[in-house]
């Protein structure tokens, strides 16, 4: 049976999430195949790395945007609504779009089951968006993924141009103990004769990825310099976003497609991707940060050193991520700590005031994300407020400001 409500098919879509998660490509081949393979309609970038993944999908597709192309834009998680994960041309997908696609993939899904195959929340939405962009007539699509890249749901595509932003621990439990386990997994999106971007900077790294690319015929370009051009993003590391957004769409003009020095000048220049060093508000200056692992407090970290008035620190981890590094390299930088819990996947509000206490007397405990922003947009005293830690934790907080609908 049809399900017409958009409600409803979040309330499915949440149950999915029971069946946790399972890397590789069997289920997403079998469920695209059923609809047709709607991922082979459009030219597509396919985007993998442990940060800035999200900020180099939405550059270049601005820059398509710019260059008069009609591209889709797929990311995970969102920050507020679920309709944030598939846009096309910035443009959200409307609730309608969302059950009519829903429908066609649960169909598809059923068919699945019926042969002992089970979807999960990501390879069912990760059909959806592929879907929405051929129902749209999309040009190009964006494809970030989700976790690692050679198992990963999205890695069916067969994009033009593969990029890897950069390699740091993470997921070790699914992808590797090392680095180099991890840069080997995240390769796994580069496919014979493609053009492959890499914005790692470590050089060891850039090696294997290098040695990689030449295994698959694919043409690599190394980011050497960052961005010197005008960025909206705040933050030095949105430079190196940007060289490498810039680097992965020179490639499509390499192939024959055309994109300007301009429309890559202008794409970046009008790029909005919140939750990034988001400013909310001024007198208090508040920002919000995604900053979801250690690799990304060191980004907060040097931002926050940048600033001349002070910092109160709001922050909130998921259970699955490396705490107390993460407080170890932001709580000596604040005034005041105060940490709390996103509803999702949250730490544990104690342990994580125990552990910054251990960095900042300071620190306190506010479950609630949006008292503790209320508490500290009290007690600022002419301080920045950042509030920092998970995108579940951004995404509620912003909701003082911005109140989406899920």
Same mark, same amino acid.
């Given at each position: 049976?049809?399900?017409?409500?958009?409600?409803?098919?979040?309330?499915?879509?949440?149950?999915?999430?029971?069946?946790?998660?399972?890397?590789?490509?069997?289920?997403?081949?079998?469920?695209?195949?059923?609809?047709?393979?709607?991922?082979?309609?459009?030219? #597509?970038?396919?985007?993998?790395?442990?940060?800035?993944?999200?900020?180099?999908?939405?550059?270049?597709? !601005?820059?398509?945007?710019?260059?008069?192309?009609?591209? $889709?834009?797929?990311?995970?998680?969102?920050?507020?609504?679920?309709?944030?994960?598939?846009?096309?041309?910035?443009?959200?997908?409307?609730?309608?779009?969302?059950?009519?696609? !829903?429908?066609?993939?649960?169909?598809? /899904?059923?068919?699945?089951?019926?042969?002992?195959?089970?979807?999960?929340?990501?390879?069912?939405?990760?059909?959806?968006?592929?879907?929405? !962009?051929?129902?749209?007539?999309?040009? !190009?699509?964006?494809?970030?993924?989700?976790?690692?890249?050679?198992?990963?749901? #999205? %890695?069916?595509?067969?994009?033009?141009?593969?990029?890897?932003?950069?390699?740091?621990?993470?997921?070790?439990?699914?992808?590797?103990?090392?680095?180099?386990?991890?840069? /080997?997994?995240?390769?796994?999106?580069?496919?014979?004769?493609?053009?492959?971007?890499? $914005?790692?900077?470590?050089?060891?790294?850039?090696?294997?990825?290098?040695?990689?690319?030449?295994?698959?015929?694919?043409?690599?370009?190394?980011?050497?310099?960052?961005?010197?051009?005008?960025?909206?993003?705040?933050?030095?590391?949105?430079?190196? %976003?940007?060289?490498?957004?810039?680097?992965?769409?020179?490639?499509? $003009?390499?192939?024959?497609?055309?994109?300007?020095?301009?429309?890559?000048? %202008?794409?970046?220049?009008?790029?909005?991707?919140?939750?990034?060093?988001?400013?909310?508000?001024?007198?208090?200056?508040?920002?919000?940060?995604?900053?979801? %692992?250690?690799?990304?407090?060191?980004?907060?970290?040097?931002?926050?050193?940048?600033?001349?008035?002070?910092?109160?620190?709001?922050?909130?981890?998921?259970?699955?991520?490396?705490?107390?590094?993460?407080?170890?390299?932001?709580?000596?930088?604040?005034?005041?700590?105060?940490?709390?819990?996103?509803?999702?996947?949250?730490?544990?509000?104690?342990?994580?005031?125990?552990?910054?206490?251990?960095?900042?007397?300071?620190?306190?405990?506010?479950?609630?994300?949006?008292?503790?922003?209320?508490?500290?947009?009290?007690?600022?005293?002419?301080?920045?407020?950042?509030?920092?830690?998970?995108?579940?934790?951004?995404?509620?907080?912003?909701?003082?400001?911005?109140?989406?609908?899920?």
């Amino acid at each position: 049976m049809a399900l017409t409500n958009y409600n409803e098919v979040l309330k499915y879509l949440d149950k999915l999430e029971l069946f946790g998660i399972k890397l590789g490509l069997e289920n997403i081949s079998r469920l695209c195949e059923i609809l047709g393979n709607p991922q082979d309609e459009y030219k #597509t970038i396919h985007v993998a790395g442990t940060n800035g993944k999200g900020s180099v999908v939405a550059m270049c597709s !601005f820059i398509l945007k710019e260059a008069g192309y009609k591209a $889709g834009m797929y990311t995970s998680p969102h920050l507020q609504s679920f309709r944030e994960r598939m846009q096309v041309n910035g443009e959200w997908i409307s609730e309608n779009e969302v059950v009519e696609v !829903f429908d066609e993939v649960k169909a598809a /899904a059923d068919k699945m089951k019926a042969a002992g195959m089970q979807a999960t929340y990501f390879e069912f939405t990760t059909a959806m968006a592929f879907l929405h !962009f051929k129902k749209r007539n999309c040009d !190009f699509a964006v494809i970030e993924t989700g976790m690692g890249g050679r198992l990963d749901a #999205t %890695n069916i595509v067969k994009p033009l141009v593969a990029v890897i932003t950069n390699i740091e621990l993470e997921h070790t439990q699914y992808l590797g103990d090392t680095k180099e386990k991890i840069a /080997a997994e995240k390769a796994g999106i580069i496919k014979e004769g493609s053009a492959a971007v890499i $914005g790692e900077k470590d050089a060891q790294i850039q090696q294997q990825l290098l040695k990689i690319c030449g295994s698959r015929n694919a043409k690599a370009t190394v980011v050497e310099k960052d961005y010197e051009g005008r960025i909206s993003l705040l933050g030095e590391h949105q430079k190196r %976003n940007a060289a490498v957004a810039a680097a992965a769409i020179t490639n499509l $003009g390499k192939a024959g497609i055309k994109i300007s020095s301009s429309d890559i000048r %202008n794409g970046i220049e009008k790029t909005k991707w919140p939750g990034r060093l988001e400013v909310m508000q001024e007198k208090p200056r508040v920002i919000l940060d995604a900053a979801h %692992n250690p690799s990304g407090a060191l980004t907060v970290a040097d931002y926050i050193k940048s600033q001349k008035n002070g910092i109160v620190l709001v922050i909130g981890i998921s259970s699955d991520k490396d705490t107390a590094k993460m407080i170890q390299i932001l709580a000596p930088l604040a005034k005041k700590v105060l940490v709390t819990k996103a509803k999702h996947r949250g730490s544990d509000c104690e342990l994580l005031r125990k552990e910054a206490k251990k960095h900042n007397k300071s620190a306190e405990a506010i479950e609630d994300v949006k008292e503790a922003v209320r508490k500290a947009l009290k007690e600022a005293e002419g301080s920045t407020i950042m509030v920092t830690g998970s995108i579940f934790v951004i995404g509620e907080a912003r909701g003082l400001w911005h109140d989406i609908p899920e």
